[in-house]
């Protein structure tokens, strides 16, 4: 952040019968959605299948959030903790979103937890969603998101459940060797917007711990890093997966993952839905919960999951000054 004045500029969300937050020093009636300006600065908590995010509410664009601020909001102990920061904005307040602010009034400018950028999250836009309904911007239904990856269409449902159209899976000819302790694995090389190297195992504990990112060659095939699932079959169209993410570590779910596995899954089984001019589902359990994909002849891919608003509260103005942003 911009230093402590960027804290006063910042919309925060309302106040909500379950938000213990402290009111801001403007009074009650200047913590709402609508645009009161008070010095608090608002954040919400949510997850997708256990992948989680602080969300910060932004829409003027008001907050600059440098790579060591996001590292401490999502820091498990010292700060608010999370996989990742959707920092919610107007597309026309953001220069990398104007853009398509025609087609998409709110970007999701997500970070990952060690405060580096990524195209896509999966996951991060049913949350982002999720967000839009609860702060009031949107009903249940269709609306679009913009991403680093373009405008994704997303559909609400009244019963919690959030469906996004991810746009087409990329599978680049270039693959990589994956490698965890003695045993390698060729990994599946699928673009979702951002990179992904799928291997099948024979068990998942094939995977070790996944405290580091496991080494990959040749190391030019992903020369941004890359997201690496593992995956098992647990039946029919049926498979689960563990995946050590770019920037974040081993989380307990990836959306995008979860599309490049079931895509990479589709095309080892010989169920490309180009070729057999049907769509294919597949379920992939994750260790947070469970996700539905669909591949359909012209190549979209859609995934369908929960979404959900844990907690909403404002940071201690003196924490985000003196440690957050320090
Ligand atoms: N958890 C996300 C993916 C977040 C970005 C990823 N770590 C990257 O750097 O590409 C998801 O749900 O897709």
């Not at 106040?15 to 801001?24: D, F, I």
């Amino acid at each position: 952040m911009a230093g402590a004045p960027g804290v006063s500029r910042i919309v925060p969300h309302p106040a909500r019968p379950h938000c213990t937050a402290p009111p801001p020093p403007g009074g009650a009636a200047a913590s709402r959605y609508d645009g009161a300006v008070t010095s608090a600065l608002a954040f919400l908590k949510g997850h997708g299948t256990e992948n989680d995010f602080v969300i910060v509410p932004d829409p003027d664009n008001a907050v600059d959030l440098p790579p060591h601020a996001v590292a401490r909001l999502c820091d498990r102990r010292a700060g608010i903790g999370a996989d990742g920061v959707l920092h919610v904005v107007r597309s026309a307040a953001h220069p990398e979103a104007r853009h398509m602010a025609d087609e998409a009034e709110w970007f999701m400018d997500y970070r990952n937890s060690d405060g580096s950028v990524a195209e896509m999250c999966g996951n991060g836009v049913r949350v982002f969603a999720r967000y839009l309904q609860y702060a009031g911007h949107v009903e249940p239904g269709d609306l679009a998101v913009a991403t680093r990856g373009g405008v994704k269409q997303v559909h609400l449902d009244k019963a919690g459940e959030v469906t996004v159209s991810m746009g087409r899976a990329v599978l680049p000819e270039a693959q990589a060797t994956v490698t965890v302790g003695d045993r390698s694995w060729p990994a599946r090389n699928v673009n979702m917007g951002n990179p992904h190297a799928v291997a099948f195992v024979d068990s998942l504990d094939q995977a070790g711990d996944l405290l580091t990112a496991p080494p990959f060659s040749p190391a030019e095939v992903y020369p941004d890093g890359v997201n690496v699932e593992f995956v098992v079959d647990r039946g029919p169209r049926h498979v689960a997966m563990r995946v050590h993410e770019r920037g974040s570590g081993e989380t307990r779910s990836c959306g995008t993952g979860a599309c490049a596995v079931a895509v990479a899954a589709i095309r080892r089984d010989g169920a490309d839905p180009a070729v057999t001019g049907e769509p294919a589902t597949y379920t992939v359990d994750l260790p947070g919960g469970t996700l539905t994909i669909t591949e359909h002849p012209d190549g979209s891919v859609d995934m369908t999951g929960p979404a959900v608003i844990v907690a909403s509260g404002e940071f201690d103005p003196a924490w985000l000054t003196e440690t957050a942003f320090r």
